[in-house]
């Protein structure tokens, strides 16, 4: 296998949603109640039930030089236009040789998470299926076999829930994103049979739930004078508290086909953590009641969970430790730990001990199964390798774009940014734009 034969497919992307994403999909009982976007002291903000956002493109620094990673963007006109432009996602994606990908959404939260906490359970409903048909028909349906949709549902209703996965299951979406824990948004823990409903409807519909980083217990910063980098390091592996906490709950016994993704969390760090629960329960079931039917938490783990990795050189040569049917490969685009331009450079560097048949796998085969995703149907598979994507993406600009604009931490030449400097940052931003 050559670089250009190489079919990447990203299960974590992210869209940043255009000014009109909801107005034409909320129903007409909550006309002039959608999310919209506002311009607020010089600045584009979202505004729901009166309540605006900070910062509206979290992360969005694609296309900027490396030096410009740490400003956030203050508006539209200061990302670059594939952050929230379909045509220009796809203009981008063939210039990064990526063929599929998984999008989550950015103002409503990660895991849709912003629509939860509102006292009109029906607006908020509303929003939510509102955001879901814009996603599956504006943005991925715009480019046929270029994206697996993802979809949000309401935590508060499990009847609405359910009925949304199974809507949109018909609909060919079998994705869809969750926090890896809801006690942090004040919901029950994945251990309560509040949630059956929606694991049953998932589990019939072959329906992924996406658990990405930051969406329930978020990586600490360990204090204000902490380097940035610190926080930085630790975002991918502040997921394993949670990875360990869906081992041992209970719905893999209840709903055996249900499966989750543990999206942006690695897989260096997974060896360890199945080395590890499978100490715990052998050495401590006898007190702790542990039990799984004489299996090991370790096959738990690699039946139903999902690993996703960006770049991760120890992972790709400990993929003996873990099942390397479930290992994906991802992207990141527009965020500032994302490898575009050079997605496909990166990951051929650190995959040359692999052969031809476990490369496939990671970068796209195990993608296409797990997501019921078959972009070869639509384009053909001679169309969807990076070389392919490539030669139509010669007339789209690479170039780092300087000057872009957008909120900075405050510099200091002697000493590191720290996360007290982007704490402070992000406190500004709420204030400013309060309504």
Partial sequence: ???????????????????????????????????????????????????????????????????????????????????????????????????????????????????????????????????????????????????????????????????????????????????DNPTVHGYPSIHNSYWDPLWKACADNDVVLCCHIGTGVKAAHASDESPIDAWITSMPISISNSAADWIWAPMWKKFPKLRMALSEGGIGWIPYLLERANFTHNHHNAWTNSNFGGRNPSDIFNEHIITCFIEDEFGLRNLDFINVDKVTWECDYPHSDCTWPESANVFWKQSQHLSDEVINKITHLNAMREFSYDPFAILGRENCTVGALKAQAKHVSIEPACGMGGAAPLRDPERPVTSGDINKMFAAADAQTAL
């Fill in 1 to 179: 296998m050559k670089l250009e034969d190489l079919i990447l497919v990203s299960v974590d992307d992210h869209a940043i949603e255009p000014p009109n994403a909801f107005a034409r999909h909320m129903p007409a009982k909550y006309k002039g109640r959608e999310p919209r976007v506002e311009n607020h002291k010089g600045r584009d903000v979202w505004v729901f039930e009166e309540k605006a956002t900070g910062y509206m493109g979290l992360n969005s620094v694609v296309g900027r030089p490396k030096e410009e990673y740490g400003m956030e963007p203050l508006g539209y006109e200061q990302m670059r236009r594939g952050t929230w432009d379909i045509k220009a996602r796809v203009d981008d994606m063939n210039a990064n040789g990526v063929l599929g990908s998984i999008c989550f959404p950015t103002f409503p939260g990660f895991a849709g998470q912003r629509f939860q906490s509102y006292e009109d359970r029906g607006v908020s409903l509303a929003a939510i299926q509102a955001y879901n048909d814009w996603h599956l028909h504006d943005w991925c349906n715009a480019a046929p076999g270029r994206f697996i949709p993802l979809m949000m549902v309401p935590w508060f209703d499990m009847q609405a829930a359910a009925e949304e996965v199974k809507r949109l299951a018909k609909q060919g979406v079998h994705a869809l994103t969750f926090s």
